[in-house]
């Protein structure tokens, strides 16, 4: 079974500043990876995803992903952050075949300062 | 087009109740998931249906719930009797059939309060 860590429970950055966001998810071949986004009182909202090809992934809001499968890590990334992404990030992995449930990590609660 | 949409957004009751959570998926989507998400717990997923068939409930936490998916657009999650530690929120995602598409589209979830 596949499983997904996100070491970091809070995180703090400045307005502007750079961000990353670490996911590291343990499963035998090559999963299919996603990030999420909640904002407070809403539902999760998907961010990326990596399925194949591309190590290097964009998504909305000014996101990347990079997917290194030397270090089963599939890290967040923005280079200059904004008040609004003040959020938690969810980091997803499933397995390709048959099942088609997503396992979710605790999750990252991002908190900007102005 | 709509997204996923559940209902009540909050329900508050008090213990012993019965208590049904709906959800109506994207229109063309045949894989759906109830998860449950609290503060000690994370997101939990309970159940998930594929083309309205319960695939894995083993996520469901006792008997006293129960999920149905009568037709292709609406399901219910029932909570019966309710219990204190029941609150949390209930969130209702959907997916695409078939090809490498796994991304779920939550909805904006149900806030439940158990007094």
């Known amino acids: 079974a596949q499983s997904v860590t996100q070491p970091d429970i809070h995180i703090t950055v400045s307005e502007g500043a750079s961000l990353e966001l670490r996911c590291n998810y343990s499963y035998g071949a090559t999963p299919y990876l996603f990030w999420y986004v909640q904002s407070p009182g809403q539902g999760l909202q998907l961010l990326l995803k990596?399925?194949?090809?591309?190590?290097l992934v964009q998504g909305i809001k000014g996101f990347e992903a990079e997917f290194k499968r030397s270090q089963s890590s599939f890290n967040l990334r923005k280079p200059s952050v904004h008040w609004s992404d003040a959020a938690e990030y969810f980091c997803a992995v499933g397995a390709p075949g048959s099942a088609r449930q997503l396992t979710f990590g605790s999750g990252t609660q991002l908190t900007v300062l102005p | 087009d709509a997204g996923v949409i559940q209902s009540p957004r909050h329900e508050v009751t008090e213990m012993g109740q019965e208590v049904t959570l709906r959800c109506k998926p994207i229109s063309g989507h045949n894989s759906l998931f109830w998860y449950r998400q609290t503060m000690m717990r994370g997101l939990e997923l309970l159940i998930y249906?594929?083309?309205?068939?319960?695939?894995?409930d083993s996520g469901m936490p006792e008997d006293r719930f129960s999920a149905k998916m009568p037709n292709a657009s609406f399901s219910t999650l029932k909570i019966q009797p309710s219990e204190p530690r029941d609150s949390a929120v209930y969130f209702c995602?959907?997916?695409?059939?078939?090809?490498?598409?796994?991304?779920?589209?939550f909805g904006p979830g149900t806030r439940l309060t158990v007094t």
């Open positions: 995602a959907s997916s695409f059939p078939a090809g490498a598409s796994y991304e779920q589209y």
């Open positions: 990596y399925f194949s090809g591309d190590t």
């Open positions: 249906f594929n083309n309205n068939v319960p695939i894995d």
